[in-house]
């Protein structure tokens, strides 16, 4: 199967998802629900740039927008996985709580800069917060504060509590992507081992056959992320998922299967 026509397929196949995303989330317009569009609104503007980082050819970068997207996927579906009160709780601690400690580090971490560098810059004294609100949120945001409430929203902590609260085992997965994109992100030696060894050690056949089985992991990644957003948008409004959805990506998956002999020249 040519790439141009797996592209083709991963396109549709995530457009019918994109519009069973939006019809689930547009249910309602409480303050959870508006939180959830706005993690997907995120989660699919970095999609879009993935695909076209895809079809560029650039799949190490496009590696590496992968983990912002399975990231917001899981705060997505980890505030989802709670009861309607906890629910509540979760978003005020994203938008307020956490903002808050946000504020403070950023505000230390400039002072620093200002006072190491000397250097007079707007950029950096608008993120200093005032003399009073530094005391108020200090006192508030003592470091074994800051570390409770920040933990459970770490990355493997959410996979952690949502394989729990939903049963979903195959999140675990998502694992493998947050250390795949932070090789790339920390440009660490098995981020070059990997980048040169496609450039410098391969032959044609096998640099094209890697690139396509990188392709197909990143576009494949992106459906199950999308169709994990869909099964957690179902279970709030109580809806089964569209056989006919279930079907289209049935079909994607189908689809990867013409680019598994590839396998057999790269081993």
């Given at each position: ?212 089985l990188h392709e197909v ?32 990506i049935n079909n994607f ?15």
């Amino acid at each position: 199967m040519p790439t141009k026509e797996f592209r083709k397929t991963f396109k549709d196949t995530l457009d019918s998802l994109h519009m069973s995303i939006c019809e689930l989330t547009l249910k309602k317009n409480d303050e959870f629900y508006k939180l959830l569009r706005s993690y997907y609104s995120f989660i699919n503007s970095r999609t879009q740039t993935l695909f076209l980082l895809v079809q560029n050819d650039c799949l190490w970068d496009a590696d590496i927008i992968l983990r912002p997207i399975a990231e917001c996927t899981v705060k997505f579906a980890y505030v989802s996985s709670f009861d309607e009160t906890t629910r509540i709780e979760k978003v005020r601690e994203f938008w307020v709580d956490l903002a808050e400690i946000n504020r403070l580090k950023q505000s230390n971490q400039a002072k620093q800069i200002i006072e190491l560098t000397n250097i007079d810059s707007a950029f950096l004294t608008d993120i200093v917060l005032n003399e009073n609100d530094q005391i108020l949120l200090a006192e508030k945001w003592t470091k074994q504060m800051r570390q409770r409430k920040e933990q459970p929203w770490s990355y493997n902590e959410m996979i952690k509590t949502i394989s729990v609260n939903y049963d979903f085992r195959e999140i675990l997965g998502l694992a493998r992507n947050f250390t795949q994109s932070s090789h790339l992100i920390h440009a660490d030696e098995t981020a070059l081992g990997v980048i040169l060894d496609r450039e410098n050690n391969r032959t044609e056949a096998q640099k094209e056959a890697l690139m396509n089985l990188h392709e197909v992991r990143l576009l494949s990644d992106c459906i199950a992320l999308y169709f994990w957003l869909v099964k957690v948008s179902s279970r709030l409004s109580d809806i089964d998922v569209n056989p006919e959805l279930i079907k289209k990506i049935n079909n994607f998956e189908n689809s990867k299967l013409e680019f598994k002999s590839l396998e057999k020249l790269i081993e």
